[in-house]
């Protein structure tokens, strides 16, 4: 049988090192992606408004988003307050700060787009059965709103999840860094252990995000 | 009309608000803090970027920046503790400091700014002295050696470049220090170059070139783990060594390493170093080659 060297993974308390590992990343994106949830949802609404001001702010803020790369943002925010700032933010909290402000301004588009696709005749019918603004969102657009959001935020949660992955760029030791310590230490003795180290990578960021897209399968039924 | 006039100004805010962002960013790249930010880094000297001797001491840890992946330097072994070679000097540091070590993982492209926002307080991390970095960290006494090496086959040894016969060929990797040595100081010599450690290694097995250069280190590791090879020129060129590092100024931390270097290189530390962590990969022979003990 082909040496993919998995052995290494049981050597001392290697495993357990992936696992801890993974938990660090799991903690930082489930963190994150539930402030960029709730976040997303208000700047969501924010969007559709018609506010010139307003409308100007969260474009500039939804471009830089766009354009500037994680790795930039977490550099930035990392080393950068403690440069311009002397403020001394721990990596965990840098990280957490980066992906919500990332994550929230993908997730208000989303909610945007979710809000717009919603016909007038929604809102027209809601005004002309005497709704107020607040029972329009609730009862009649955000329900709708949901169901649309579901399949879109799943996509945002898992590339979230696996852009944690750029956080070891900033000293946090995740499952990647773990596996290519665990790579590196056995270099000489199997030489074939990263074949074999990533492949069980893969299957853990499977296990982490396979569920959740079930979990999107099930609501999407359900709703329907 | 109103709408056009929205747009416009949106595009302008954008255009001013990455302009400022991409200044911010700026300043955290190591380049920039020379030209334009020169005045960021300096404000911040004076507010202390870095803990001094004393306040290491007060505080009981010590935050020392390694490599967790560069084995055998500095790794992480299956315990789930860090070792190697620049591992053991950091723990001797910090046993002789009489504090607790933190260690930081990082990678090559984020030592200096680990020392320069005083994160860390020391860079053990396989740190090569150079010019360039010197401008922006302060460097201690070095313990170790690195140069390029030229391996060989063993039944036709290359002990000196001037004996490559004129159709001969010396692999080197594109991109290595090895690469812009040669072209400047043998421009005959006839390169063969590749742009991958496995394409080139392959190459040189396959006996397309006579010899190949590269990082000494990774020569003498190549011979050692292949059989009829021989590093005949195990150092070549500029000596270049290795350093821990400290923040620029924190002259305290520096002149206690610099005191310590020394006072190690009377028990020969190093050397006890190199048996324990790099004989392994380098062999004994190439202690003295590697090794430097501070006098």
Redesign the interface.
């Known amino acids: 049988m082909l040496d993919l060297g998995i052995d ?1 993974l049981f ?4 495993f357990l ?1 992936l696992l801890q590992g993974l938990w660090v990343s799991i903690e930082i994106s489930l963190i994150s992606v539930v402030i960029s949830i709730l976040l997303g949802m208000i700047v969501g609404v924010l969007m559709t408004m018609n506010n ?1 001001i307003l ?2 702010a969260l ?2 803020y939804l ?2 988003v766009r ?2 790369p994680q790795m ?1 943002l977490l ?2 925010v990392y ?2 307050t ?3 700032f ?1 403020l ?1 933010l721990s990596a965990e909290a840098s990280a957490i700060i980066v992906f919500c402000f990332w994550g929230t301004a993908e997730m208000g588009d989303l909610v945007r787009g979710s809000i717009k696709s919603i016909s007038k005749v929604q809102f027209e019918s809601a005004y002309a059965l005497g709704m107020d603004k607040v029972q329009t969102y609730w009862y009649v657009i955000s329900p709708q709103t949901f169901r649309r959001l579901v399949p879109l935020s799943i996509n945002l949660i898992t590339r979230m999840i696996k852009t944690t992955s750029l956080v ?4 946090i ?1 995740e499952v990647l ?1 773990v596996s ?6 056995n ?2 003795i199997s030489p074939n252990a990263a074949f074999g180290v990533f492949a069980v990578v893969f299957l853990l960021y499977f296990m982490v995000c396979w569920p959740i897209s079930r979990l999107s399968n099930y609501l999407e039924k359900r709703w329907v | 009309m109103r709408k056009n006039i ?1 747009n416009k ?2 595009g302008l ?2 255009i001013l ?2 302009a400022v ?1 991409g200044l ?2 700026c ?2 790249t190591d380049k920039a803090a020379e030209q334009g930010s020169g005045e ?1 880094t300096s404000a ?1 000297s004076s ?1 202390q ?1 870095f803990r001094t001797l004393d306040e290491i001491k007060k505080s009981g840890t010590i935050n020392i ?1 390694v490599f ?4 055998p330097f500095g ?6 503790e860090y070792a190697g070679y620049d591992v053991y000097l950091a723990e001797r540091l910090g046993k002789d400091l009489g504090v607790e070590i933190n260690y ?4 090559a ?2 030592r200096i ?2 020392l ?4 860390v307080d020391i860079i053990l991390a396989n740190f090569t002295v150079t010019e360039e970095r010197a401008q922006e960290v302060d460097f201690a006494l070095p313990y170790m050696n690195v140069a390029l090496g030229v391996v060989s086959p063993k039944d036709e040894v290359v002990k000196s470049l001037d004996d490559i016969g004129e159709d001969d060929q010396v692999i080197v990797i594109s991109g290595t220090t090895a690469e812009t040595y040669l072209t400047k100081n043998y421009p005959d010599i006839k390169l063969q170059k590749y742009d991958a450690y496995a394409e080139a290694k392959s190459a040189f097995e396959n006996g397309n070139g006579v010899a190949w250069a590269n990082d000494n280190t990774e020569v003498i590791a190549f011979a050692i ?1 292949n059989e009829g090879y021989e590093v005949g020129i195990p150092s070549l060129g500029d000596q270049d060594t290795i350093a821990p590092a400290v923040t620029k100024g924190n002259e305290t931390l520096l002149n206690w390493i610099n005191d310590e270097l020394k006072t190690l290189g009377k028990e020969q530390f190093f050397h006890a170093d190199y048996e324990k962590t790099l004989l ?2 380098y062999g004994a022979d190439y202690e003295e080659t590697l090794v430097v003990e501070q006098q």
């Open positions: 290494v050597k001392g308390t290697n090192r010139p409308h100007v474009k500039v471009e830089i354009i500037m930039v550099f930035i080393f950068g403690t440069r311009v002397g001394d070891m760029m900033i000293g030791v860094k290519q310590q665990i790579i590196e230490a270099r000489k | 929205i100004i949106t805010t954008l608000a990455l962002v911010a960013g300043g955290s960021a911040e507010s970027g920046g967790s992946d560069k084995s790794y992480v072994d299956e315990n789930g930081v993982s990082t990678e492209a984020n700014e680990y320069q926002t005083g994160k783990e392994d990969t």
